[in-house]
């Protein structure tokens, strides 16, 4: 099984350089890291070439023009780019446990997606890693959620079928996929501009094309670094989009990785 990992940013390099820091650690490394680039300026692409002159594995930098808050989008381009059987999806806030990967492998199964957890580490832990550009979390500190930082590969195993809710929640900085079901699906729903729902849309898709939502615990751990929320102002357009993929029992969209006549 070849393994892509996908790492969604725009202009952050200083949060993304301790993601890719983090995947450099894995135990267990991917075949690939895409970095799906919504519209960076040049630190961004100046810290990416440097870092995949260190990296074991190639890292692709696939970019797009800012326009907006385009994630579906870029994503897509990243998918169409991939060359593994398997994506997994991580945002550039992110730092892995160093067996983030190796479990995501564990967990993989034809007919399945699966969706992580996250451990929300607090402004000062933030500020201290970015200020050290180290991955090593002091110890201690008092991060929000930090229930979901316990790793244990033998209950990962036995809650296999766990599932936070029987709908589409999941949570996109933390999912991985087989490509041809995300293929099968038309990728995200380009559509959806602006912060929230993409993901979601996407798991309901999946649900209806007959792909069953895994919901990973002791496992696949990550810990998000503290910034501040994106805008939500076109929440509620794109809640409504989520739901007519709920409500509609589609699972193809016809904006996505391809176009597709409606």
């Given amino acids: 099984m070849k393994i892509s990992l996908i790492v969604a940013t725009y202009n952050n390099p200083a949060y993304l350089y301790l993601t890719l820091k983090s995947i450099m650690n894995q135990r267990k490394l991917p ?17 990416i070439e440097e870092m995949a002159a260190e990296s074991f594995v190639p890292m692709k930098h696939v970019w797009h023009p800012d326009e907006g808050f385009r994630l579906g989008a870029i ?21 892995l446990h160093p067996g983030f990967i190796a479990d995501h492998m564990a967990m993989a199964k034809r007919g399945w997606f699966h969706s992580g957890s996250r451990v929300m580490l607090s402004h000062a832990t933030t500020a201290t890693m970015l200020d050290r550009k180290t991955v090593e979390l002091p110890k201690n500190a008092p991060e929000r ?22 709908g589409g929640y999941v949570r996109g900085c933390n999912m991985a996929f087989w490509r041809d079901d995300l293929i099968k699906v038309n990728g995200y729903n380009e559509d959806i501009n602006g912060w929230g729902r993409e993901d979601s849309e996407l798991a309901y ?10 919901f990973i615990k002791f496992g696949a751990i990550e810990y998000h670094l503290d910034h501040p929320e994106n805008s939500k102002d076109n929440d509620a357009r794109n809640i409504s989009l989520m739901e007519q993929a709920r409500m509609s029992g589609n699972s193809i ?10």
Avoid: F, W
């Fill in 253 to 262: 969209t016809v904006h996505g990785i391809r176009r597709i006549a409606p």
């Fill in 31 to 47: 075949d690939e890291v895409i970095i799906a680039d919504d519209g960076s300026g040049d630190d961004t692409r100046l810290l």
């Fill in 145 to 166: 959620k930090k229930i979901n930082g316990c790793r244990c590969p033998l209950l990962m195993h036995m809650m296999r079928r766990y599932k936070k809710s029987r």
């Fill in 205 to 214: 898709r999946l649900i209806n094309a007959g792909i069953q939502k895994g």
């Fill in 75 to 95: 994503r897509n381009k990243a998918i169409a780019e991939a060359e593994g059987d398997y994506i997994i999806q991580i945002d550039g806030d992110i730092i």
